[in-house]
């Protein structure tokens, strides 16, 4: 690919932040405050419209309910809209309240269930309140004990709440189902591989598909054949960037493995074009990532340049020259013609990239002296 398309295409590659990685977060021990967080959802808005300004990386903002509950939706989209960003994905919780302590939308006691399938439906209404077109499922649901639950009668009362769920939502919207190999559900997950989440997708109909989340998978799982599988099915649906180096750890996307990151985006250019403006619609691109002891804002920052980095190496593997290797079985030349890129150090393409948009070239350089950013952080900590 010409070095002017790749630029191009870099320039209209847009990620979707998660509200929840502005706030505080942390491990399961304890979150501790780091300073200049969100402290409600407006906030985060505000976070997301300022990463957006100094990146042009942003295309919209998803968010967390009841995390991210207010009064009137309307508001909050005008609010976001009116600061330069959108409303993404919806995200529905169903692993912090009470009565979820046996299940959500496989719980065996129906006014639960109910509880949980009405909580849906109530983030659909969000949806179009909203003009989001994502509702992004996790489901927690599953047991800790061997005999805790029978296996098959809750299978079957998730998949009667999913399909109840879907008959509400309007032909726009898409359900993405995400799954997660274990935790909180130690012993048991009723959504625990892609497997399972492509079976359901394709028994209820064509606007639900899978999420994968980079987090979700047991180790030395093949997550790029896992991105190749779906995508030719037609069934991938998103993507929770984060990374991981035990199990759900929500690290940095990029920090830890890039190479398997890129060679996830060399399967994904092979479906998708990641830089059309209409993308999100055919792939919701996500950040899920729990940045706990990092400041919010830099963390955010660094994930989108990490993602930048990794899509403009993608971009430059010889496609053709790769399949030419493949056919000969010349393995050597395949591995090669992949590393050729990868090995590539696209940082001056960046630069260039956001020295024609206007935008600071060195993005984590620049939050270091920006008065707007310190101002923020001061005003915040004096009020906490
Ligand atoms: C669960 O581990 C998950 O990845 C889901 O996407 C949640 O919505 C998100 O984390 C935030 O807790
Ligand atoms: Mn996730
Ligand atoms: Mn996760």
């Avoid at 847009?14 to 990685?21: M, N």
């Avoid at 055919?282 to 920052?301: C, G």
Wanted: proline share 3%; net charge negative; charged share 30%.
């Amino acid at each position: 690919m010409e070095l002017t398309e790749i630029k191009e295409k870099i320039k209209n590659f847009k990620v979707e932040v998660p509200s929840w990685g502005f706030g505080k977060s942390g491990t399961r021990f304890h979150a501790f405050h780091i300073p200049g967080e969100a402290r409600n959802v407006y906030e985060k808005i505000d976070d997301a419209a300022f990463v957006n300004k100094i990146t042009d990386a942003v295309s919209a903002v998803a968010i967390h309910i009841p995390w991210d509950k207010v009064e009137d939706y309307k508001v909050l989209k005008e609010y976001a809209e009116e600061k330069g960003v959108k409303i993404g994905a919806v995200n529905p919780n169903y692993f912090e309240d009470e009565d979820y302590l046996f299940g959500s939308l496989s719980n065996s006691n129906l006014k639960i269930r109910q509880k949980a399938i009405d909580q849906t439906f109530e983030c659909i209404e969000i949806m179009k309140e909203t003009n989001s077109k994502i509702l992004s499922m996790w489901i927690p649901d599953g047991s800790n004990y061997p005999g805790q639950i029978d296996f098959n009668k809750s299978f079957e009362l998730l998949e009667d709440s999913l399909k109840q769920i879907t008959k509400h939502l309007e032909k726009d919207m898409t359900m993405l189902l995400e799954y997660k190999f274990f935790e909180p559900a130690f012993y048991s997950t009723l959504l625990f591989d892609w497997g399972t989440s492509y079976m359901l997708s394709k028994e209820l109909g064509e606007n639900m598909k899978v999420l994968v989340d980079l987090g979700h998978h047991p180790q030395g799982t093949n997550i790029e054949f896992i991105v190749s599988l779906l995508s030719q099915k037609n069934k991938l649906g998103g993507f929770h960037f984060n990374s991981r180096k035990y199990a759900d750890d929500d690290l940095t996307v990029g920090s830890l493995n890039p190479y398997e990151l890129f060679l996830i985006f060399v399967e994904l250019n092979k479906f998708f074009d990641l830089s059309a403006e209409s993308q999100n619609q055919k792939i919701s691109l996500v950040l899920d990532q729990s940045h706990n002891v990092k400041p919010k804002i830099p963390a955010v920052v660094q994930s989108l340049n990490n993602l930048q980095i990794t899509y403009a190496k993608s971009l430059l593997v010889d496609y053709e020259k790769l399949k030419q290797a493949q056919e000969n079985h010349d393995v050597v030349a395949s591995e090669e013609t992949l590393k050729e890129a990868y090995e590539t150090d696209v940082r001056e393409i960046l630069r260039e990239v956001r020295k024609e948009k206007g935008l600071p070239e060195d993005t984590i350089k620049y939050l270091k002296e920006c008065d707007e950013y310190w101002k923020m952080v001061k005003e915040r900590e004096s009020a906490y």
